[in-house]
């Protein structure tokens, strides 16, 4: 299952609100999770099952969306918030990840 | 706090074999509710799924690296292994090991603090 984000990178300010987009090559339910990744780190989970947000994460991101499209919306960025995001599918075994989508500062 | 810790030579020759290891603090592999496993990341190809072992035995290979892979086991030790034979430059990457929740609707909550293989003579 291919997973292609949009876009592929996107300048924002602090206190904006911004918006993801994946989209599956085919329906998977809410079978998507969400990951924060920030340079020389390991990827962080943010979001399972399309809108379920992991412990500790805060509540100013927020994931909707099934079957193909999905959404990662940030709202107030924050400072920490910069970074690059990707969505991955876990409908299929074979799991599969967007390409990325990099938030930096305007 | 589980806390994954990989661990590898950073350099291996074309043709042989990549060996990593993954050491798991604060839990469990021999757990039912997790699967643990290996994920790579590389400039050309992004994040890419390698594979993941189960506490039953059932291992899980991605197709496309398949016949030059093994994920083991070793409960004594409370760690889990990747082994890559016949590698080539495409191999060269940030190799993570990884823990997913053995849930229907599956996600990766932790993760090693990655490390970086290149393959090169």
């Known amino acids: 299952i291919q997973m292609t984000q949009s876009p592929s990178s996107l300048s924002a300010s602090v206190g904006d609100r911004v918006t993801i987009t994946c989209r599956a090559s085919q329906s998977i339910s809410n079978f998507l999770n969400w990951y924060q990744q920030k340079p020389g780190k390991a990827p962080k989970l943010l979001i399972y099952a399309a809108f379920s947000l992991q412990s500790g994460v805060p509540s100013r991101f927020s994931g909707s969306g099934s079957g193909t499209d999905f959404t990662l919306t940030i709202t107030n960025l924050q400072p920490e918030d910069f970074a690059t995001y990707y969505c991955q599918q876990s409908y299929s075994v074979l799991y599969t990840f967007g390409q990325g989508t990099k938030l930096d500062i305007k | 706090q589980v806390q994954l810790q990989d661990s590898g030579p950073g350099l291996v020759k074309p043709s042989e074999t990549l060996s990593l290891t993954c050491s798991v603090s604060g839990g469990s592999i021999s757990s039912s509710d997790y699967y643990w496993g290996w994920i790579r990341q590389s400039p050309g190809q992004g994040l890419e799924w390698i594979g993941s072992?189960?506490?039953?035995?059932?291992?899980y290979y991605n197709p496309s690296l398949k016949s030059r892979l093994t994920i083991s086991a070793d409960t004594s030790k409370n760690q889990f292994s990747l082994q890559l034979r016949s590698v080539t430059a495409a191999d060269t990457a940030v190799y993570y090991c990884?823990?997913?929740?053995?849930?229907?609707?599956?996600?990766?909550?932790?993760w090693g603090q990655g490390t970086l293989v290149t393959v090169s003579s």
């Open positions: 072992i189960y506490y039953s035995g059932n291992i």
């Open positions: 990884v823990r997913r929740m053995a849930a229907v609707k599956s996600y990766f909550d932790y």
